[in-house]
């Protein structure tokens, strides 16, 4: 196996690092205020997106860092899992980079989706703009009302009635949702077949967001964050009326798609927490030399040395882990790789949840508050501990292989 970078890939890493340095990094610094404590909690509806935003997406598009993450090289890089990897991870040391690069989740998902999935006439009404950063959108998956990391439990449905398809239920953390640019949603319900089996029983719906029947409850603050004006949403769905063309690769696919979609955006998830970790560990090292106590230096006190070691070794198993994951997806797809996506969707979150809490202790209570962009990083750490399946979902899924593996079939 062979983790090596392409040229290209080298190419796009080298550029992404120079204009989050020149461009990004002065612009969250100087308008940390305007984005993280001029705050409207949770009424959204008064979000708005600050002016610098689409400033500076406009000039990543302009000098083509622009959709590097989609592997199709006339709408994207061309890039493959494994070229993409090392980009996600710089994109990953700051909070707004991977939107400045139209490379942010959800709407990653939604658009390999749609361009893997999604029919003619889906791909130019709702992928193309999205391809153009022109609007965003939101994934409705998890239910606040069933234990959601089974995705079988779901109790929303779709169900179709002549040449439309009906939609009903709530979901809850839609990321994404509170963001005023967000225009369509991908909605996953159950849609019954007694003919096919319990993974052929979901769909996955285009849903506008101004559709009737579809209503935003509330917002959902992550540690007191609403994380505007992206937003974790509350939405539910009353006799939500949809032209039968709305389903993704038709009914019954949802579980399909499901998988096509998360396997690469596992990986990016990853490699990004892979950056905020090293951007911690970074912050770590100079806040612990920058400050004495007790006549020397921070890192020279408590073990603070075993400290830093202890994150360089854990960053890089993880990054090696997940590169492998990388790897093998591009060789057999995702579904021959279950075990190492899995594997990293536990291991990267933790390492760096792992690292910000040490980074923030070494910080002391400026740690804690928004003066570094620690506490963000930890919020997003302890979320993804969730976010596309919990740990223990993942860990079982490896377990469940590895007993296949010598013929245990339960």
Same mark, same amino acid.
């Given at each position: 196996? *062979?983790?090596?970078?392409? /040229?290209?890939?080298?190419?796009?890493?080298?550029?992404?690092?120079?204009?989050?340095?020149?461009?990004?990094?002065?612009?969250?610094?100087?308008?940390? @205020?305007?984005?993280?404590? +001029?705050?409207?909690?949770?009424?959204?509806?008064s979000?708005?997106?600050?002016?610098?935003?689409?400033?500076?997406?406009?000039?990543?598009?302009?000098? %083509?860092?622009?959709?590097?993450?989609?592997? *199709?090289?006339? !709408?994207?890089?061309?890039?493959?899992?494994? @070229?993409?990897?090392?980009?996600?991870?710089?994109?990953?040391?700051?909070?707004?980079?991977?939107?400045?690069?139209?490379?942010? =989740? #959800?709407?990653? %998902?939604?658009?390999?989706? !749609?361009?893997?999935?999604?029919?003619?006439? +889906?791909?130019?009404?709702w992928?193309?703009?999205? !391809? =153009?950063?022109?609007?965003?959108?939101?994934?409705?998956?998890?239910?606040?009302?069933? =234990?959601?990391?089974?995705?079988?439990?779901?109790?929303?449905?779709?169900?179709?009635?002549?040449?439309?398809?009906?939609?009903?239920?709530?979901?809850?953390?839609?990321?994404?949702?509170?963001?005023?640019?967000?225009?369509?949603?991908?909605?996953?319900?159950?849609?019954?077949?007694?003919?096919? %089996?319990?993974?052929?029983?979901?769909?996955m719906?285009?849903?506008?967001?101004?559709?009737?029947?579809?209503?935003i409850?509330?917002?959902l603050?992550?540690?007191?964050?609403?994380?505007?004006?992206?937003?974790?949403?509350?939405?539910?769905?009353?006799?939500?009326?949809?032209?039968?063309?709305?389903?993704?690769?038709?009914?019954?696919?949802?579980?399909?798609?499901? +998988?096509g979609?998360?396997?690469?955006?596992?990986?990016?998830?990853?490699?990004?927490?892979?950056?905020?970790?090293?951007?911690g560990?970074?912050?770590?090292?100079?806040? %612990?030399? &920058?400050?004495?106590?007790?006549?020397?230096?921070?890192?020279?006190?408590?073990?603070?040395?075993?400290?830093?070691?202890?994150?360089?070794?854990?960053? *890089?198993?993880?990054?090696?882990?997940?590169?492998?994951? =990388?790897?093998?997806?591009?060789?057999?797809? #995702?579904?021959?790789?279950?075990?190492?996506?899995? /594997?990293?969707?536990?291991? &990267?979150?933790?390492?760096l949840?792992?690292?910000?809490?040490?980074?923030?202790?070494?910080?002391?209570?400026?740690?804690?508050?928004?003066?570094?962009?620690?506490?963000?990083?930890?919020? +997003?750490?302890?979320?993804?501990?969730?976010?596309?399946?919990?740990?223990?979902?993942?860990?079982?899924?490896?377990?469940r292989?590895?007993?296949?593996?010598?013929?245990?079939?339960?």
């Amino acid at each position: 196996m *062979d983790f090596e970078q392409s /040229a290209k890939s080298r190419d796009y890493t080298k550029r992404v690092r120079q204009f989050i340095k020149e461009h990004i990094a002065p612009i969250e610094k100087q308008h940390w @205020d305007e984005i993280h404590e +001029q705050r409207h909690g949770g009424d959204w509806k008064s979000w708005r997106i600050p002016d610098h935003v689409e400033k500076l997406k406009a000039m990543a598009k302009a000098q %083509g860092l622009w959709n590097l993450f989609l592997p *199709d090289p006339e !709408l994207g890089a061309g890039l493959s899992v494994l @070229d993409y990897a090392p980009i996600a991870e710089e994109t990953g040391r700051s909070l707004m980079a991977p939107e400045i690069f139209n490379c942010n =989740a #959800p709407d990653t %998902g939604n658009m390999e989706v !749609l361009w893997k999935y999604g029919n003619a006439a +889906q791909k130019e009404q709702w992928l193309k703009p999205l !391809l =153009a950063g022109e609007i965003r959108s939101v994934f409705f998956m998890t239910e606040p009302d069933v =234990a959601s990391s089974d995705a079988t439990n779901m109790r929303a449905t779709a169900i179709i009635e002549g040449d439309e398809i009906v939609l009903n239920g709530k979901k809850w953390w839609s990321s994404g949702v509170g963001d005023p640019r967000c225009k369509i949603g991908i909605f996953m319900a159950l849609t019954p077949n007694e003919q096919l %089996g319990r993974h052929s029983q979901h769909s996955m719906v285009l849903v506008p967001m101004d559709t009737p029947g579809v209503s935003i409850e509330r917002m959902l603050p992550v540690f007191g964050d609403y994380d505007e004006p992206h937003g974790h949403g509350e939405v539910h769905f009353k006799n939500v009326r949809l032209p039968l063309g709305n389903v993704i690769a038709g009914p019954g696919r949802g579980f399909e798609i499901a +998988q096509g979609r998360l396997g690469p955006g596992r990986i990016h998830h990853c490699m990004r927490c892979l950056g905020a970790a090293e951007q911690g560990l970074d912050l770590a090292i100079a806040r %612990g030399m &920058a400050r004495t106590a007790f006549g020397k230096p921070l890192l020279n006190l408590g073990g603070n040395r075993e400290r830093i070691a202890d994150a360089r070794i854990a960053i *890089d198993q993880a990054r090696l882990l997940t590169l492998y994951a =990388a790897w093998k997806i591009d060789k057999v797809g #995702p579904l021959q790789a279950m075990t190492e996506i899995s /594997a990293i969707k536990v291991v &990267a979150p933790n390492v760096l949840q792992s690292v910000t809490d040490m980074a923030m202790q070494i910080h002391g209570g400026a740690g804690m508050s928004r003066d570094t962009p620690l506490s963000g990083f930890f919020a +997003q750490a302890r979320s993804l501990r969730l976010a596309d399946g919990p740990d223990e979902v993942h860990k079982g899924v490896i377990a469940r292989i590895e007993l296949a593996k010598r013929g245990y079939s339960k």
